[in-house]
């Protein structure tokens, strides 16, 4: 099987994400988590419930980041 078919799997599951009213920081894949909270640093944010809330608006400019320019977190700072 490709390697690459998950990954375009999870990104379409990142689209559909983006048609909820309301989308949690917990709903993202850890996959693409690390690189959602880098994007959102200084961003002004909402709990709900105790949750991290991504508006959708600062959600979509960060799908679109990931389509243009990929993911730049890194997992250790050493590598």
Do not use: Y
Request: glycine residues 4%.
């Amino acid at each position: 099987m490709n390697q690459l078919n998950p990954i375009a799997m999870k990104l379409a599951e990142l689209k559909k994400l983006e048609k909820k009213d309301c989308i949690f920081l917990e709903d993202v894949d850890p996959i693409f988590r690390d690189d959602l909270q880098t994007f959102i640093i200084g961003e002004t944010m909402t709990l709900k419930d105790g949750k991290l809330i991504i508006h959708r608006s600062l959600f979509r400019r960060w799908l679109q980041k990931i389509q243009t320019e990929g993911l730049d977190h890194k997992k250790d700072a050493t590598t």
